[in-house]
């Protein structure tokens, strides 16, 4: 009986002490995730401050894409020159104007309008090239027995009726005046 005694004893301290292991190393294991956990979470804020980095960067470049896109459309802008007239026009000229901007060398009216330098080809010009292209086609290909001829007449009918319609087209943009 004290046989049997001592191997129950024995067989519970041998129980216990490995149970004591395996919570020992549970505990191990449960700090050495726990350890993990937070350096991921470590590696995911770093990823974070690195990305917001990149979008402050980002809108660095965007804001001096913007400025140098303000300042070219700046430089480009119509440069408009008032004159007012105060006196009868005199040999010398006597005007009071102001400008936007630099100095203009656009034109300059004494009805005390507004002048403006446009850029670009007008209707007018437009219409005539298209009319005088077209209207030589048309010619040519209609005169069959002198196709130069009927080349030449066709540019000018055209050229000129292009001309009229791009004119007027001026007229309604407020290109020309009158």
Known sequence: MKSLFLTGAFSVLLLTSCNKDEKLQTTTSLEQ??????????????QKLAIEKEK???????????????????KTQVKERVVYRNSPRSSSGSYAGTSSGSSSSGT??????TATQKKGWSSAAKGTVI????????????????????????????????????????????????
Do not use: C
């Not at 140098?68 to 700046?74: C, F, L, P, Q, S």
């Not at 010619?139 to 791009?166: D, E, F, Q």
């Open 56 to 74: 402050i960067n980002f809108e660095k470049q965007k804001d001096s894409l913007n400025k140098v896109a303000e300042e070219k459309a700046k």
């Open 108 to 113: 300059s009216s004494s009805t005390g309008t």
């Open 33 to 46: 995730q726990k350890l993990d956990y937070q350096a991921r979470q470590i590696d995911l804020e770093k």
């Open 131 to 178: 009319g005088t292209v077209g209207g030589a086609a048309a010619g040519a290909i209609i005169s069959k027995k002198n196709p130069g001829l009927g080349a030449v007449i066709g540019g000018i009918a055209g050229g000129a009726t292009g001309y009229t319609i791009g004119r007027a087209e001026d007229r309604k943009s407020g290109r020309v005046q009158k």
